[in-house]
């Protein structure tokens, strides 16, 4: 016991390794360091073990202390005793420690709360050069980070100083032949234990082989595979956005859904398929054999916010039975379910699944008629099924209306399906906003950390918070043509532009790019209106 550390010291390597590896096994962190000292005449190499830091201490006095007598007993008293009082000890060389990469995120929280570097230092007792940025620092200690996260009130930092992960450099990697392994669980997990690593997957090769599978179907059968991808996330909205923006990402159209050729759920269409013409389709299990270079994914009915399964299944099974519906007066006289009702009507209208019939304005602006109408109709139907025999001379004349706009259909889109499916806000913009080069995409993969980005977006979730002060800031999603990123808008920037802050507008958002836990965000300086 020597400097405020213990230490084992041997010429054998694979001893030292033997007894780091016996730590271990009791939680208790150690380094190597190689060491030459004099041995009888000549210099000699060797190898101590070092266990250093109050928690590594502690852990070795419950455990291996124990079982000390005389001298290296008292020793062992003295060095706790003299720790008792003290956050953490310091340690020559320590490996045990946090990347400095850390300090980018506590810069980044710090900024969000409004603390200056001297003011922390002042408050934590540690100096102000701790907070530069440094190229050759490897990292900090855990009670430093420790200290930042209690005094900055931040879980996450606080979490990252206290766990159980022991950060090392991977000097290299040999090949060493193959050896047999063993699935050895520890319970209540069940998680695989090999070469004293936990390892939460112990069928890494049958998940390979998943894994392998499912690219060889999204590489050769990608409308297929989409297809049952979002037929697997049906009711999760996020993730249906997220597979409809790898799809164009694909080049595969995505269609909003059809009376008359949706299915309940989604369903492989061929490209240019007329809701008037053929009525063939593929299923997802049939597309296998298909040439997938001119098919499509659309829609299913039971997608539609407000519709309900039993009219939709109604509709569907008219279809099927009498043909395809060759006008939306063919719809209503045959449509004749209880449930076809004010709210069924405008939630087909809007999210556009009678587009191929009529207009949606048309409907809207004569939606009290139409619902008479269709009363009429089913009244007249019952009473002439039982006597004359079907009722086939019924119409009606509807008003002209002013057509929907593009952005209308786009937000009715957005609030009954859930997202925008025929089109997206920055499409007015789209060739405008190619050109420039710079997407969100761009800026996740791309080395313009620490540089400013202006990117022309829609707000897809808005977070508004309040700073230490306690004014008002925003966490934003931003989303574009590539992906999505969450940003910040901080206060004096908030009150600024707190107009422009609303979900799907389209908007121009400047800020300087930064990682904050491994990913990028932006700082937003300024926002304006894209129109």
């Known amino acids: 016991i020597k400097n405020e550390q213990i230490y084992y010291a041997t010429s054998s390597k694979i001893l030292a390794y033997d007894v780091q590896h016996l730590l271990l096994r009791f939680g208790i962190l150690s380094t190597i360091h190689e060491k030459k000292f004099k041995y009888k005449e000549g210099i000699k190499n060797g190898f101590t073990v070092v266990v250093s830091h109050r928690e590594n201490l502690r852990k070795f006095k419950a455990t291996i202390g124990m079982y000390l007598i005389g001298k290296k007993k008292d020793d062992l008293k003295k060095l706790l005793k003299l720790t008792k009082n003290t956050s953490d000890i310091s340690a020559t060389g320590t490996k045990n420690i946090i990347p400095a990469e850390i300090m980018k995120t506590i810069r980044t929280i710090m900024s969000e709360k409004n603390i200056s570097v001297k003011e922390i230092s002042k408050k934590t ?168 270079s001119n098919e499509e994914i659309l829609f299913g009915l039971y997608t539609i916010k407000n519709l309900g399964v039993d009219i939709s299944d109604a509709i569907i099974a008219e279809r099927k039975t009498n043909g395809k519906y060759k006008s939306f007066e063919d719809f209503i006289l045959r449509v004749t379910h209880k449930n076809l009702n004010k709210k069924s009507l405008e939630a087909l209208t809007k999210c556009g699944a009678l587009d191929d019939l009529v207009e949606r304005g048309e409907v809207l602006e004569n939606l009290e008629s139409i619902l008479e109408f269709h009363k009429h109709v089913v009244k007249d139907n019952i009473m002439q099924d039982s006597l004359f025999g079907g009722m086939q001379s019924a119409s009606f004349v509807m008003k002209k209306a002013t057509p929907i706009s593009q952005e209308q259909k786009l937000s009715w889109e957005k609030e009954l399906l859930g997202l925008f499916v025929s089109g997206f806000p920055l499409d007015p913009w789209k060739e405008k906003i190619e050109a420039r080069g710079i997407d969100i995409d761009k800026v996740h993969h791309g080395t313009i950390d620490g540089k400013e980005a202006s990117l022309a977006v829609i707000i897809e979730n808005i977070k508004i918070t309040k700073t230490k002060k306690g004014d008002n800031m925003a966490l934003v999603k931003l989303r574009d043509y590539r992906g999505t990123i969450e940003v910040a808008v901080f206060p004096e920037t908030y009150k600024r532009y707190k107009s422009l802050i609303i979900i799907d507008i389209p908007i121009v958002v400047r800020g300087k790019v930064s990682t904050r836990n491994g990913e990028k965000t932006i700082v937003v300086d300024e926002i304006r209106n894209l129109k």
Not at 231 to 246: F, H, L
């Open 125 to 292: 007792g540690l100096a102000e050069r701790l907070f530069s940025y440094d190229k050759r620092k490897v990292g900090y200690q855990r009670a430093v980070i420790n200290k930042l996260g209690k005094y900055l009130k931040s879980k996450e930092i606080i979490q990252i100083a206290n766990s159980e992960i022991y950060w090392d450099e991977v000097i290299s990697i040999k090949k060493s032949g193959k050896e047999m392994t063993y699935d050895l669980t520890i319970p209540p997990h069940h998680n695989f234990v090999a070469n004293d690593i936990i390892v939460h997957n112990s069928h890494a090769a049958s998940y390979g082989r998943v894994a392998y599978q499912t690219a060889y179907m999204k590489a050769n059968f990608p409308v297929a595979y989409m297809t049952a991808i979002m037929t697997n996330e049906s009711g999760d909205v996020e993730k249906i956005a997220e597979i409809v923006s790898e799809c164009k990402r694909m080049n595969i159209k995505v269609l909003p859904p059809n009376v008359n050729t949706s299915e309940g759920g989604f369903k492989i269409i061929s490209s240019g398929q007329s809701a008037l013409g053929s009525n063939t389709s593929t299923n997802t299990a049939d597309a296998i054999s298909h040439n997938t």
